[in-house]
């Protein structure tokens, strides 16, 4: 069984994790995070990127949520594709049932994983759009903590990868910037396994 992967690049510790050292996992891509603020062309990048797996791989695994665009593109490619059947990368992580649990603790939280963590303020500033205003002079930080008014907590989620110290204090940094509380959790990306192994299982007989 040769496996490919297309994944959003804030999966990367994660799925590394995971299929190191595995020899079914034959080509993997990592798409820019950013690209999810439209999630059309997000759609559109992901479909290209796997036809491009075509006659290299059985099948290719999605490292990404539906992420607004993405339920049904199953029926879209012509290779088997697994895609995770949850809203985002937050949900596939932490669970969907840990993800609700949280928002009813604190509505206005914004979830950070290690990846997340990485990518930082910079992230923020593509995710609402703030180049523009850049471009125009304009405090990208100052419109940020407008636009995060209702924000009133940041949750790091630590799933195990990279350097943790490192993790938290951007982290830290983060919500400094944008007046939050930050809070830490822990998890373990077993769901994400769980998706993954799909790839491996046999396909079932089509019914005549």
């Known amino acids: 069984m040769r496996i490919g992967i297309v ?24 798409l820019d995070a950013a690209i999810h603020v439209n999630p059309q062309k997000m759609k559109e990048a992901i479909k290209e990127q796997i036809g491009t797996l075509k006659g290299k791989v059985d099948r290719v695994f999605l490292g990404y949520g539906f992420c607004q665009s993405l339920k049904g593109i199953e029926d879209e490619v012509d290779i088997p594709v697994i895609l995770p059947q949850v809203d985002d990368c937050i949900a596939l992580l932490l669970t969907p049932e840990r993800y609700a649990e949280e928002k009813k603790k ?90 993954f192994e799909r790839c491996k299982q046999p396909e079932e007989p089509q019914l005549p």
């Open 7 to 30: 994944a959003c690049s804030i999966l990367r510790g994660e799925l590394e994790k995971l299929v190191s050292g595995d020899p079914d996992v034959t080509e993997i891509i990592y």
């Open 106 to 195: 604190e509505l206005g939280t914004w979830f950070m994983t290690p990846g997340w963590t990485e990518a930082g303020f910079e992230m923020v500033v593509k995710e609402l759009r703030l180049e523009r205003a850049i471009k125009l002079g304009k405090d990208p930080l100052e419109m940020a903590r407008r636009l995060f008014t209702h924000y009133r907590r940041g949750l790091y989620i630590d799933t195990g990868v990279g350097d943790d110290d490192v993790n938290q204090a951007s982290a830290a940094d983060f919500c400094d910037k944008l007046n939050l509380q930050l809070e830490k959790c822990e998890a373990e990306p077993f769901l994400l396994k769980e998706w």
